[in-house]
Each structure stands twice: as C-alpha cells, then as structure tokens.
Nanobody, 121 residues
C-alpha cells in the first residue's frame, strides 16, 4: 500500500518562510512527477509547483521566485520551500504523485491528507 504524508504547515507572519515535506511510503520502486497543490477556502484546488523524476520544475506564476520545489528520489520525498509568504498563500497544501511504481504494480494519482498553511498580515 502506498501513502503520501505531508508535514511542515503552520502559522507564519507575512514575509516569513515555511518548508513543507511529503513522504511517500510503501515498497516503492520509482515515482514519476511529484506535485504540490493548494486549496484556499471557497476556491478551487490549484497546482502550485511540480517536479519531474529528472528534476525539471514548473510553478504557477503567483509563486514564481518565492517557492522552490525539490525532491529526494532515494528517500521518496518532495519538498516545498516557501519564502516571502503572503496572506494570499493561505490554503491547505496537498502533495500529489501522478504515477508510482511499487512491487509489481503501477498506481496513479496519489494524494496526501493536506497540511494547513496560514499567513497572517
């Protein structure tokens, strides 16, 4: 069984920083792309950042230059370093893996439970 578990959320003042972590557990062979999404109250879930298995990254325009996504393939971890946080970054942040190879299987579209990030003004 494969699971994703996020950690690192919390309350921070505007201009501060937080680092989110997501650990994938199970008998994992490899993970394709790993992504961070967020959902603010009353809004749709949006893609924040993504990193491929080869390390290529992309970001939504609103976080470009402030957030950095990275991954450790050996540990099956993905991180989101968030700097210069703004109140509009307040949301529940979710980790996603689009394809995971484990044991003799491949599974698709795994999600973590989410971690709350609150930025006060």
């Amino acid at each position: 069984q494969v699971q994703l578990v996020e950690s690192g959320g919390g309350l921070v003042q505007a201009g501060g920083s937080l680092r989110l972590s997501c650990a994938a557990s199970g008998n994992i062979v490899s993970i394709n792309a790993m992504l961070w999404y967020r959902q603010a109250p009353g809004k749709q879930r949006e893609l924040v950042a993504a990193v491929t298995s080869g390390g290529s990254t992309k970001y939504v325009d609103s976080v470009q230059g402030r957030f950095t996504i990275s991954r450790d393939n050996a540990k099956n971890m993905v991180y989101l370093q968030m700097n210069s946080l703004k109140p509009e970054d307040t949301a529940v942040y979710y980790c996603n893996a689009d394809r995971i190879y484990y044991d003799d299987y491949v599974g698709y579209d795994y999600w973590g439970q989410g971690t709350q990030v609150t930025v006060s003004s």
